[in-house]
C-alpha cells in the first residue's frame, strides 16, 4: 500500500468493522439525540473513516428526524459536465447500546462513538 | 471519485471480512450490487533498475499511480494528505499510458507512444487520445485536457463569488461590439429595482463602463478595463454602466455594485394559460450546484400542483451537470409508467472493461430513473412530483449540452416525445472522472451515455427538424434564433412562441435567413478574427467554461458553418 494514511484509516474502519460484528446482531434503525455542532463532527469523523477521504458534507435531512444521511460527493468542478456522481446513503442503527452508521449498498457498519440515538418509532423505521 | 486498483483490493478485502462475520439478513437491503472483486494486478516490471518501456506491454496502472517527478506534500485544500512518492517523470508518463489504455473508451484507437521521446507529461497526454473525427468533420475526441490539481480543486471548492448576477452574450467581440444580457440571477444587484426599473434585464445592451466606449473602444487597454469592470474581483466594488433596454434606443445609467453569487438553477417557473389546456414553463439553467435537485423537484411539484398538461422546459443556456438529477428530472416529466424498470442511461466504457466501470472497479450498473430524492438537497427517499407527460417541448441552443442532453436522449429511449425548439445541442454523450496524478488532473473520455434503447451517438448534437444542417440526431421541432429582444418566459419570445405554435398546429415559425446558425451570444466569444477593428472581447474563463469550450462564431456550428 503507497499511502500509510490511507492504511491507518483503512485499518481504523476495519477494526471499526469487527467490532460492529459483534454486537450488531439486532440492530434497528434510529435517529440521532441531538443534531448539535459536536455530535455532527463526531458523526463526520467516522464517517471520514468509512468514506477515506477528509472533507465530509452530509446531505439534507434532520438526522433527529431521519434514519438515514448522505454523505454528499465532492463538488462538481466546472468542467464535469455529465457526472455520475450520487452521494452515498447510509442507514443510522442502534443495538440498544451503541449507534451505528451502515453504509447502504455495502452493509458496512461503522460504530458512532460518543453519539448518542434512540431506536426509531415503528412507521418511521419502515421508511428505510 | 476515482479508485485505484490496490484501494479496491481493500475495500473488497474488508468487504469479504465483514461477509465472513455473519451479517446474515441481507444488511439494509442496497440497490446496487457489491462491487466485483478487480481483476488480480499484474507482475511489477521486471530488472531492478526501474521500469522501462515496452512497446506494447501494458503494466497495471497502480504500479506506476502517484510515483512523482516532483513530489507534493502535506495536504490539499480539502484536507486529503498529497498521496506523492518519489518517482520520475517516465513513471508519470507510463501511468498516463496504462491509465489510458485501462480508462479511455476509445482506447485500441490510441497510438502507443513512446515515452521517451517526450520530455514533459502534459504533451504526452495531450497525444494519448483518437484522432478519429465524427461525420460532421468535427474531432471525436474534442474534450481532452489537463489542468493543474490546484486549480481544479480550487474551482470545485471556490466559495460564491463576486458578481452582479447578469449573464453576458457577446454578440459581436469586436468594434462595434454588441455585448447583452442573457438573464439575470433573482436577489441578484443586476436584478434590483431601483427607481421602479430593474438594473439589467434580458437583452440590454452594454454601451460604456466607466466612460470607456464597450461598443467601439479599440484598444487592449479599453478591453481590459471593460473585462475588469464585467466581471469585478471583490464584493463591494462598483462600476456604472451605460446600457439601452431591447425595443427602446434610449440610453440610462446603472451603478452596480458586486455581490457573493451563487448560480441558481432554476430561474422562472410559470404556468401559461392556453384554450387547450395550462401549459408549464421552467428555465433550469445548470445541474452541477446540489441544489438543483431541490429547485428542479420545487418547480415540477408547481407545474403538478397547478395541473399543467404540457411543459416547456427551457435548457438553452444548462451546460450539464449531474446525471442523477437529469434522470429525476426525466422521471418527473415522463412519471411511473413510462419509466418503470428503464434504463434512463447506461455508462458505455471501453469493450475491454466488460461490465465493470474501469475507474471505480464496481459493477457497472444502469442508471435508472429516479423516483425519489437522492440527498443532494433533497432528502433522500422522499418522492418526486411527476407531471406523466408524452410529450415535453425542449428549449435548445449551443450550450445545451451534456446532462441537458441526456435527459433528451433519456427520454427518447422510452418513447417520450422530444420537440427541439432553437438550435443545434452541443453534441457530448461523453463523460470522465477527473483524475490527479503527481499534481496534474486528467479528464479522459471514459464513458458514453446510451438510454434504454442502447443509443448514444449524438456526438454532433440534436438538431431541430427543419434545420438545414446535414448532421445532427434528427428530433421533431423547429429552429428558432434565440431572441434577446424578449424576457424569458414571454410568451412573446421567439423559443417560448415557437413551442406553444408547434404545440398548437405542428408548425415552425418561418425560418430565419441563415437558419440553422446560432446567433446566440454564448457562442461568439473568442475567436473574432479581426484585430484591425480592434482588441476583441473575451468572456473569462468561468463563462466560457459554462459554454463547454465551444468558442465558434455565430453562425458556426462548433466552429464550422453547416
Not at chain 2, 461598443?215 to 474581483?233: M, R, Y
Request: charged share 20%; proline share 8%.
Amino acid at each position: 500500500m503507497k499511502n500509510p494514511i490511507k492504511l491507518i484509516l483503512s485499518a481504523i474502519a476495519t477494526l471499526n468493522l469487527v467490532t460492529a460484528c459483534t454486537t450488531a446482531q439486532t440492530s434497528e434503525p434510529a435517529t440521532l439525540t441531538r443534531s448539535d455542532e459536536t455530535t455532527l463532527s463526531r458523526v463526520k469523523s467516522v464517517l471520514a473513516e468509512a468514506m477515506g477521504r477528509n472533507d465530509i458534507r452530509l446531505g439534507a435531512g434532520d438526522l433527529t428526524e431521519e434514519t438515514s444521511l448522505t454523505v454528499l460527493p465532492p463538488s462538481l468542478g466546472p468542467l464535469e459536465t455529465s457526472s455520475p456522481a450520487i452521494p452515498i446513503p447510509f442507514d443510522i442503527v442502534t443495538d440498544g447500546r451503541h449507534c451505528f452508521v451502515v453504509r447502504r449498498e455495502t452493509g458496512e457498519k461503522y460504530r458512532l462513538s460518543d453519539v448518542n440515538c434512540v431506536a426509531a418509532p415503528r412507521a418511521q423505521a419502515s421508511a428505510i | 471519485m476515482p479508485m485505484n486498483r490496490p484501494s479496491a483490493i481493500l475495500a473488497s478485502a474488508i468487504l469479504f471480512g465483514l461477509a465472513a462475520c455473519g451479517g446474515g439478513g441481507g444488511g439494509g437491503g442496497g440497490s446496487s450490487a457489491p462491487p466485483a472483486p478487480p481483476p488480480p494486478p499484474s507482475p511489477p516490471p521486471s530488472g531492478g533498475s526501474g521500469p522501462t518501456y515496452t512497446p506494447g506491454v501494458y503494466e497495471d496502472a497502480s504500479l506506476f499511480k502517484d510515483q512523482c517527478e516532483t513530489p507534493r506534500t502535506g495536504v490539499d485544500i480539502e484536507g486529503n494528505p498529497f498521496p506523492d512518492e518519489a518517482g520520475s517523470l517516465l513513471e508519470e508518463l507510463l501511468w498516463l499510458r496504462s491509465w489510458t489504455d485501462e480508462t479511455y473508451l476509445w482506447r485500441t484507437e490510441v497510438p502507443d507512444l513512446d515515452p521517451d521521446n517526450y520530455t514533459a507529461r502534459v504533451p504526452y497526454f495531450d497525444d494519448l487520445k483518437t484522432s478519429a473525427v465524427t461525420a460532421s468533420g468535427e474531432a471525436k475526441d474534442d474534450f481532452h485536457f489537463s489542468e493543474p490539481t490546484e486549480d481544479y480543486l480550487a474551482a470545485r471548492n471556490s466559495a460564491p463569488s463576486p458578481a452582479y448576477g447578469a449573464s453576458y452574450a457577446i454578440l459581436a467581440a469586436t468594434p462595434p461590439r454588441d455585448v447583452r444580457i442573457r438573464y439575470v440571477e433573482p436577489g441578484s444587484p443586476a436584478a434590483e429595482i431601483v427607481s421602479g426599473q430593474q438594473n439589467l434585464i434580458r437583452g440590454t445592451r452594454l454601451l460604456s463602463v466607466d466612460g470607456v466606449d464597450i461598443v467601439n473602444a479599440g484598444s487592449q487597454a479599453a478591453v481590459n478595463q471593460i473585462n475588469a469592470a464585467l466581471f469585478p474581483d471583490t464584493v463591494g466594488e462598483s462600476h456604472t454602466f451605460t446600457v439601452s433596454d431591447p425595443g427602446t434606443s434610449a440610453t440610462r445609467t446603472v451603478t452596480l455594485s458586486a455581490a457573493n453569487i451563487s448560480r441558481q438553477p432554476v430561474i422562472r417557473t410559470s404556468v401559461i394559460p392556453t384554450a387547450t389546456g395550462d401549459v408549464g414553463y421552467i428555465v433550469f439553467n445548470t445541474f452541477s450546484p446540489f441544489s438543483s435537485e431541490k429547485q428542479i423537484a420545487d418547480a415540477m411539484q408547481t407545474l403538478a400542483t397547478a395541473g399543467v398538461t404540457d411543459l416547456v422546459l427551457d435548457l438553452r443556456y444548462n451546460g450539464g451537470g449531474l446525471l442523477a438529477v437529469a434522470s429525476q428530472l426525466s422521471y418527473m416529466i415522463a412519471g411511473n409508467s413510462r419509466t418503470s424498470n428503464r434504463t434512463f442511461e447506461l455508462l458505455r466504457f471501453n469493450a475491454a472493461a466488460g461490465n465493470i466501470n474501469p475507474v471505480t472497479g464496481e459493477v457497472n450498473s444502469p442508471i435508472p430513473f429516479y423516483r425519489t430524492g437522492l440527498g443532494f438537497s433533497l432528502t433522500n427517499g422522499a418522492s418526486l412530483p411527476t407531471l406523466d407527460l408524452g410529450r415535453v417541448y425542449i428549449l435548445s441552443t449551443g450550450s445545451t449540452c451534456s446532462a441537458s442532453e441526456a435527459v433528451i436522449n433519456g427520454l427518447r429511449g422510452i418513447d417520450v416525445e422530444v420537440v427541439l425548439i432553437g438550435d443545434i445541442t452541443c453534441g457530448k454523450p461523453y463523460g470522465f472522472y477527473p483524475q490527479d496524478n503527481c499534481g496534474q488532473t486528467y479528464y479522459t473520455i471514459q464513458f458514453q451515455g446510451v438510454n434504454d434503447k442502447n443509443f448514444g451517438d449524438f456526438a454532433d448534437g440534436f438538431v431541430p427538424a427543419n434545420s438545414s444542417f446535414a448532421f445532427g440526431v434528427e428530433t421533431p421541432g423547429c429552429v428558432v434564433r434565440d431572441d434577446f429582444q424578449n424576457q424569458l418566459g414571454d410568451t412573446s419570445e421567439a423559443l417560448l412562441a415557437a413551442a406553444l405554435q408547434y404545440r398548437s398546429d405542428g408548425t415552425c415559425p418561418a425560418l430565419p435567413p441563415g437558419a440553422g446558425a446560432d446567433p446566440s451570444g454564448e457562442k461568439g466569444t473568442a475567436s473574432a478574427p479581426d484585430d484591425a477593428l480592434g482588441a476583441p472581447l473575451e468572456l473569462p474563463e468561468p463563462d466560457v467554461l459554462e459554454n463547454n469550450m465551444d468558442l465558434s462564431m455565430p453562425g458556426d456550428y462548433r466552429g464550422r458553418s453547416q
